[in-house]
Every structure is written in structure tokens, then in C-alpha cells.
């Protein structure tokens, strides 16, 4: 079988078993021999990863188990094409930010787009939108338009397009900036219909954009069932909210209580995401106790810092996940995030000072601080 | 095991210290927290005891402060023999490298040293003394009232020589030390309560976590009352600090700095000769476990030699692993320990990728040496992990420090034969601080031009009497 084909039949068997939901069962040994099979088929397509995983002395022969899996260190990304399949079928590079002078960005060459929407749809809808489908969508993430190279941006669009998600509206360009009266008028459009929002964006949008606002004299109450989604974190930038601080405000100013607002986690280097299910689950355990869980097809370890050995449940390392919706590039990934196993998920327990900043939360802060020193956007 | 107490204050500040104690993020040192009230109240307390500073004669303060000093030097001091139990857990350091350090810094706090650093810095020191005629007119110089610094805590004994020097020029002194250089400036101070209760009363070191969020009130009421503020820190350090020092204190910044190494042909002359480089190249990366600003990240070597430049890769290597041996590295923190897997694991795809890279290291122990071609300058995670690039000539290295020009530091320079006065002018008009050897590159000579500037001079005020 070509290599082509052999990606299509494996890509098109995988997006099937992702369009069951991010609640179907899946026994160890469905993952294994998809992790297993995926595996094989990356290393033979991949000489860069073959290469890497022969230097640890791991070949397709010698795996037992999807745990036996190489993972490549997401720092990777920057270094090498990691391709699994023909370069020349790539149907778009996402960057990470890596803004800051001097800082390399990392590349994820996508193979299959569809493989990503099948990935990200079902898992979105899980933990965000659920049977609402008059939810309508404001998005303080850029259009894919104006950031193609954004994974976020991309999923943002995805969700945007889906019949099942109404109406969007986006409200920040490429450049950072926010359409402040635009979103004002849309929030309050919201207020009076009674129709319930998803609102989306990263820490830092929200944060500028409530300081932007920040004369005291505005709130809006927006009707029940509205949610938000928050994502990307402070990454030790100048202007850092706790997350309670931030949540306390967005709720104060936007009604929607804590338990409607969830943190998604994402990396570029990934096709798949984490979430915080409190509104999948219908119950908040407080932001202390909140765990991020991936969709199945996402198994999650915590490695030991020096040794990389797996550490039992419960003690904090570092966190390694083996993504089967990376089939097109690797599907193991060493990330630099320190976390803890939680239940079926994990807790972030901070991130690495010495690592490069990465994401679109920092590209968006720099450029949106840029941007409120030429443009005055602060009262 | 019991917390180090983060703390030494004059004797008669006890009281504003109040009972509640807290502990460090895993527990090695614990410090009283202090309200702004207290704060000022100790500030206060040291500007007072300055007075009697400002009346002693330099040399005799001095002379003071080296033979406290010299008793971290002397084996077997009880001094001594209590930093280096401390260090290992307290710095993240070796017990072989807390000896290094030790002795390597506590060489600068003699009173020769001193009194040589007193002597670069000013004609006649006896100007902080009393004025002095000049040509025209008279003048004095006196450090501030009050200095705080700040310490990094990335090697130990920093800011005892920051404390040092303020102490030098008459300046009340608040130290907060960075967590992993909390002992040296401690029991420094408790050695010149017993030696020198008079000088010791207007010095005070005192361990909180400091900047960003986490920003006590006694913190902001420090940084209100210094008259001057030394700080020590990544840039975001020292930009948070900056943004916080009122605009009529005076700030010194040390901020992150980068350093390399060259190595020339001359010093590559025959298998003998190139050994003794490396191990002195070895040597520069491992002290400090790499952690000092004079630290080299990267080396570049000159083609042409007995030893190719990937050939020497492969000597610093073994090198490395002799060391390890000698002089073993210290814990790194999970963030450093993840920081080079990345590192590492990047590589490794590199070399699959066939680039022309190489690399070699020492599996659990920390040190790494990834040879490259690519010339431009990437700093290292640090910890004993080093890039070797080959360079036609050194005087090519010049353009590929642009890009970390304001960051730049000390360049180690071995056999640079003929290119050399060439090779420094070149160097300092590329923005780099202080050129040297290798064997020196830890240890700057107390009259060094730390980061550019005179250690004692940049401190100091100057009065001048006219007429």
C-alpha cells in the first residue's frame, strides 16, 4: 500500500472513532492498537522520528504498549519538520508565537485537516456547547483569515462554521486589537435576548479588554446559559491576574457565573485538547480542585523531571502526552508544563521559567500592548 | 531538616521583626514577615547606626571587613565549616563546588583585595574620609544612607561582595538575598556582629520572596526607603524592581548577561597543548555549574588547529565526564532538569535529521556538549550544557554577537596569537564587558569593571566644595 494511502485509511479509521464522542469507552487495548498501529506507521514514514526512536533503541518490533511509545520533546518543533507522510501533501504549517527576539517558533505541518476538525468538534462540543444550538458564538481569538498560522484560530474557526454552533461574531484582528464598541453592542444585543453566548478568548484578551472598559460604570448580565471559555494562561507576563481574580471580575462583568467559565488547554505541538469538564459534568469542584481532562483518543503521563521514568498518580513531573490526532506528525509529545495526574486527567502546575514563551496568550499580550500605546485604548 | 534562618539583623532591631515566621518553597530557609511598619522601622534603625560608619576611617572599616572575610577562606574556621554544610542544600551545589565558590569568593573579601579594590576605584581613598584638596576646590565622595540589594541567588556569596562594597563606601546596607545565596550573606553579617558590633549595626540581610505578585508590603516599603537600590536578575527582575524604585534613589542594575568562549589555533598547536585547553574550557563551563553571568554558553573554535572544532567537541565531553568526577554537579530544579531534556531530545532529532550536529552527554549527570555549525549565538539552558561552533577566524565571530549585544558579557579567549589586540578592540565595539582566559573567567580581580561599571565609584556621591 502507498504511504498516502496507508495515512488516508488510518486518518479516515481514526476520525471515525473520534465522531463517536468524546464519551464512548475506550478499553486500553482499543488504544493500544491504534496507538500501536499509528506508531508503525510513523515510523516508517517518518525518517527523522524513525531515526530518533532508533537512537533510543525503539523500533515497532520491541513496543508492547502505547506507554513504550517515544515522545519527541515539543521543543522539537523548532528544530526539525516532523512529517509523517509525503512533506509535500501538507495542508498547513501552525506556528507557535516565539515573538520574542531570538526565540525560534515551533512548527506543526498538519497533514489532514480533517483529522484535526475531527478531533477538536466533538471535544469542543462536550465541554462547551452541549445540545444548545442557538449558543451563539463571540470571539475575542482572530479569525483564521487574519492568523492562519494559529492552531487556535483555526479551531476557533472550525467551531464558528459548524452548523451546530450559530451564529459567531469575532471581535480581534490580527494586530490585537479590540473592536470595543462592536463587542459592547453584541454584549448587549446578548443582554436583551435572552439567547445565551459562548464567549471565547485568551487570559490576556480578557484582561485587556476588561481593563480597556474599566471605568466602573459598565456590567452587563448576560442570560443563563451563557459560557466562557478562557485559554492560555499568564505565562509570567507583566499584567497577571490570579485565575480567581480573573474569574471573580469576568464574572462580576459579564454575569456568567464561575462554573459556566472553563479553561481549555492546547498546545500547537498538539491536534487535540484538554478542557476543565465542570460544565460537561455540571458541577464546579472549585478552581483549586479542577482537573483537565483530553478526549480518549489522548493518553496523559507525568514523567520524572531527571529521569523521565513514569511517576505514579499523584506526584508531580512532567507532563507527556500521546496524541493519536498527531497521526500525520508524532504522536508522543514531552512537553515542558510540570502537572500532576488527577483522576482521569491532570492538573498544570506551573511552567518552566527557563522555557521559551510560547503560545498565541503571549503574541496577543505583546501585540495588544503594543497596540494600547499607540491607540490609547486604556481610559 | 531545620530551615536556615533567612535572617540577621543589628541586635537592637530584633524587636520590629515581630513572631511570624514563614518558609521557603521547600522549606530550606525560613524569614520573619515583615509589615511595612517593620520595614521601615529597621530601615530607620540602619540609617541611624550609619552615623558611626561614616565617622570611622575607611581603612579601618576595611580591615574590618577582611578579617571576617578571610575567616570563610581559613580551613577549619567554625565560619567556614558551617557555609559549607549549609551550601549544598541551601545552593543546589556540590559539596566539592561549595568549596570552589567558597574559596574563590571568599578570597575577594581580604583585606588586600579590598584595599586593592579602594585603590582602583579612587586615588586616595582617604577621599571617603574627609574632603580632599583638588586643583580647584575640594571634594568628597560617601556611598547612600541606605542601600538595598537585591540579590539573584544564582551563585552563592554575590551579595556578600554587593554588601561588601556598599559597606565600603559608608552606606547603610539591607540585603535580600535570592534564595539560593540566603546562607553566605548570613552568617557573614553574624561574624561581624562579633567582630565588629559598631559596623555590623548598619547592616542587615534579610530573605523574603520577592517581585511580581507575590510582593510583600515590607518589599514596597524597602524599595521607598533605599537611597539607592542594587539589583541582581533576569531582565523581568530588574524591569519589575525599575518600575517600583522611586525616581530620586539611585538603581544599579546587573542584569541577565551572557559570556563565550574562543578558542584560536595558537592554543591548538599540538594534542598536548590542546588538552590543557579543553580542560581549562571545561573547567570555565563546569564552575558555578554554569550559573554565573561569566559563565560561557557557547564556545567557538578556530579551524585549522591539530584539533578540529567537532574534535574538540568530543575532548570537552570527556572533559565534562572527568569532572563530574572532581567536581560534581549540584541538583537542578525540574524546570532546569526539563530544560535540557529539551534540549537533548531537540538534538537528537537534528542528528536524525542528518544535520551536521553532534552530541555528547552524560545520561543522568546534567553536562551536554552539542556541536553545531550554525555560528550565531544561542544562549544555553545552562547547567553544564555547551554549544562548540567552528569559526574560520576569530575575528568572525564579531557579527554573530549581535544579536545579544546588550546582554553580553565576558568572552574567554585562548590563543588568539597575533589577531589579539585586533580580536579585543573588535570585541569591545561589539558590546562585550571584560575579555580574559578561561582559567579566570569565574573569578573577576576585585577591581573588575563589573558589568561595565566601577564597583565602588558607581555607588558613591560625589561633593565638591568649590572656591
Known sequence: ?379 | MTPFDGWTVPVDAGALLGEERAESAGGAVSYPVLSSDGMRGLCECLRSSREALVSRAVRDIAASLGAVGARFGSAGDPLREEALSLLPRTAGVSPPMAELVLDGMARDWTVPRLLEVLEAEFADPCVLDTFQAGAKGSFRALGPPLTLHIGAGTVPGVSVTSLIRALLVKSAVLVKPGLGDVVLPNLYLRGLQEHDPEIAAAAAALYWPGGGSSTSDGEAAALAEADAVIVYGGDDTICDVRSRTPASARIVVYHHRLSLGLVGVEALVCEVMARETVSSVARAVATFDQRGCVSPHLVYVEQGGVVSPAGLAGLLAEALEALERELPSGSTTPEEASAIHQVRGATELRIAAREDVAMYSGGEAQWTVIYEPEPDFKPSCLNRVVRVAPIRSLMEVVPHLASVRRHLQTVAVLGAGEQQAELHEALARAGVLRITGFDDAPWPPPWWHHDGMGPLTTLVRWIDAEG
Open chain 1, 1 to 379: 500500500m502507498s504511504q498516502a494511502a496507508e495515512f488516508a485509511d488510518l486518518s479516515g479509521e481514526l476520525a471515525g472513532v473520534f465522531s463517536k464522542g468524546v464519551d464512548a469507552s475506550w478499553p486500553e487495548m482499543a488504544f493500544d492498537d491504534l496507538a500501536l498501529r499509528s506508531f508503525a506507521y510513523q515510523f516508517s514514514t517518518n525518517p527523522v522520528y524513525q531515526g530518533f526512536a532508533r537512537g533510543r533503541g525503539v523500533s515497532p518490533e520491541a513496543v508492547g504498549s502505547w506507554q513504550d511509545i517515544p515522545a519527541v520533546p515539543a521543543s522539537g518543533f523548532k528544530a526539525v519538520r516532523l512529517v509523517s507522510g509525503d512533506p509535500g501533501s501538507v495542508e498547513r504549517v501552525f506556528r507557535t508565537s516565539g515573538t520574542t527576539v531570538g526565540t525560534e517558533r515551533g512548527e506543526h505541518h498538519v497533514l489532514d485537516l480533517e483529522l484535526y476538525r475531527a478531533s477538536l468538534l466533538p471535544n469542543f462540543s462536550a465541554n462547551l456547547v452541549l445540545g444548545d444550538a442557538d449558543v451563539r458564538l463571540l470571539s475575542l481569538i482572530p479569525t483564521p483569515a487574519e492568523l492562519p498560522d494559529s492552531s487556535l484560530s483555526y479551531m476557533i474557526g472550525c467551531v464558528a462554521n459548524h452548523d451546530a454552533f450559530g451564529r459567531a461574531e469575532f471581535f480581534v484582528d490580527a494586530g490585537g486589537r479590540i473592536d470595543h464598541l462592536a463587542l459592547r453592542n453584541a454584549l448587549a444585543r446578548a443582554e436583551a435576548s435572552e439567547e445565551p453566548v459562548l464567549l471565547v478568548g485568551t487570559a490576556f484578551a480578557l484582561v485587556h479588554w476588561m481593563d480597556a472598559m474599566d471605568d466602573g460604570a459598565w456590567a452587563f448580565r448576560l442570560p443563563a446559559g451563557s459560557r466562557l471559555m478562557e485559554t492560555g494562561g499568564f505565562k509570567g507576563r507583566s499584567r497577571t491576574l490570579s485565575r480567581k481574580e480573573l474569574y471573580a471580575a469576568l464574572t462580576q462583568r459579564l454575569g456568567v457565573p464561575t462554573g459556566m467559565i472553563v479553561n481549555e488547554y492546547g498546545m500547537t505541538e498538539l491536534l487535540s485538547q484538554f478542557y476543565e469538564p465542570v460544565i460537561r459534568e455540571g458541577s464546579d469542584p472549585g478552581l483549586t480542585e479542577r482537573r483537565l481532562v483530553g478526549p480518549p483518543w489522548v493518553r496523559t503521563r507525568v514523567l520524572d523531571p531527571v529521569t523521565l521514568s513514569p511517576l505514579p498518580d499523584g506526584s508531580p513531573g512532567l507532563l507527556c502526552h500521546l496524541d493519536l490526532a498527531n497521526l500525520g506528525s508524532v504522536c508522543g509529545v514531552l512537553t515542558e508544563d510540570m502537572g500532576v495526574i488527577v483522576d482521569d486527567g491532570f492538573r498544570v502546575l506551573g511552567r518552566s521559567t527557563t522555557a521559551e514563551p510560547r503560545g498565541c496568550s503571549l503574541a496577543m499580550d505583546e501585540l495588544m500592548s503594543a497596540t494600547s500605546l499607540n491607540h490609547e485604548v486604556r481610559p
